[in-house]
């Protein structure tokens, strides 16, 4: 059970620490540029790569906590079957959704594997990595929580 808890929890530590970071390097290019006129090498590089971390690595953690804007004042105004309809289509729409993003994200990821960032000789592919990952994650968190959703089965989260 405390493994499945910090593993659930894991992409909002991930976040959090890639925020950590984010914010770290923000500041220390800040001192480092203002105070001793001495920028942060490769601080450019970073800064980019941080925040596709701190973006993307919570999203499985949004659908696991439902927390995907869907307009519920709205769907209150409809009968109980159209409401079904529309959570239903919402649900589909959304799984297709992250299928097509992720398979996109592989494909650039897959096409980026020789390409380096200019300063630090980075692998291009490392700015891909979160999104892959974070989006294939998101995709399987959505399906099963469809697939419970439907088998009428209590989700382990």
Known sequence: MRIRKLLSGFDLILASAALAVLWGTIMLQVILRQV???????????TPFMLVWVIISPLGSVERLNGHIVMEE???????????????????????????????????????????????????????????IGFFLITIVCITRNVCSMLKKELAW
């Open 36 to 46: 001793f006129n001495a920028p942060l090498m490769g601080a450019d590089e970073l």
């Open 74 to 132: 709205l769907q209150v105004l409809f009968p109980a079957v159209v409401r079904k309809i529309i959570r239903f289509v919402i649900s589909v729409s959304v799984i297709a959704i992250y299928v097509v993003v992720s398979l996109s994200v592989i494909v650039v990821f897959r096409n980026s594997m020789n390409v380096v960032t200019p300063l630090l000789r980075m692998p291009f592919w490392l700015f891909f990595l979160p999104s892959a």
